[in-house]
């Protein structure tokens, strides 16, 4: 039993805890704790001074994210038996330990159980990635608890904090906390990828769309695709390693297309047909004339809170609209949103409405999320952030 400060909730706002919901919103607790440092541990009793859980405190709408429902002590124990836990679920689901593949996600935030703590592992690095104080104050003992745990397989762990953080959390700054920089080349499916963990955007690279880029692998024999917002070229790669007649890749980013031309060569594919351009998706739209038999729309999340939401939604109808003249009849369209605060369910009603604006028969051949090492909690549904759509398109 462990003997941290007590917060207790107002009454009647218990029930989320028993239903083990990982956050505690301020509106919520009796006290007032803008005086108390963020990532201070807590317990959260109900008003007759009940346990209900152990968590951590953060400044803002959800005041305290929980770690424990058990009393447990926040000690180095409990970060190795987390880790253990997160590491022995990846090996019975064959994404660690695959010959095929060696780059996955280790801990996945409130999936894991661990709310704020994202950790990624390439090859022979883990890259960690705390999205809140609370959880970086235990950065040193989460990178102990992967090296126990993981042993010889971890040659190095870098910490990419900074931008998660804002800055705003001292010693926050990007870089090895154990080993130095190593191999860079992992392997997905087979495939070959140059991942950038130390400026690339997230973590380097987006291990959640593994299955999708598989899943488009089984379609693109033969297949003119275009891959938009293409990043590295994730779909690209999968299309052209698939035997793809033509791949065309757009991304916003130079950086990103250089890297995407990388991972071509790495795969040893040439440049008699694929082609790819370091522009604006809407732009291209506009002045390119060609239709394709398969299109890809995987954007960056245009809503970071609930507040932007509406422009976002109208963003992702106007975005499928286009994409969906880009199809050629019998083709088909990938089509995705990363928006947390876009669930499901509007995500699908948006793509039903730039679905109806085209004109065209269209059907639902698969409903896409993100892969096994990104697994939502089921009391926590809003971890369910990836969503995805294939559509054919008459």
Known sequence: MNTYPILKLKPGKEKSLQRRHPWVFSGALMQEIKKTPEGTVVNVCDINGSYLATGYVQHGSIAVRILSFNEDVIDQVFWENKISESYEL???????????????????????????????????TAVIQCHSSGIFQHIESIAEAIKSQMGPLIKAIFNKSSETLHGAV?????????????????????????????????TGFFLDQRDNRQLLGHYAKDKSVLNTFSYTGGFSVYAMQAGAKEVVSIDVSKNAIDMLNRNMAVNNETASNYESHAEDTFNFFKKDEREYDIVVLDPPAFAKNIGARHNALMGYKRLNIEGLKKVKKGGLLFTFSCSQVVDSHTFNQTIFSAAIESGRNIRIMHRLSQGADHPVNIYHPEGEYLKGLVLWVD
């Open 90 to 124: 990846r090996l019975k689901l064959g994404i660690a330990n695959n010959k095929d593949t060696n780059c996955f996600r280790l801990m996945h935030g409130e999936g894991d159980g661990i709310p704020g703590l994202i950790i990624d592992v390439y090859a022979s």
């Open 170 to 202: 001292e010693g926050a700054e990007n870089g090895f906390l154990y080993g130095e920089q190593n191999e860079d080349i992992v392997l997905e499916n087979g495939h070959r990828f140059m991942v950038d963990w130390q400026t690339g955007q997230k």
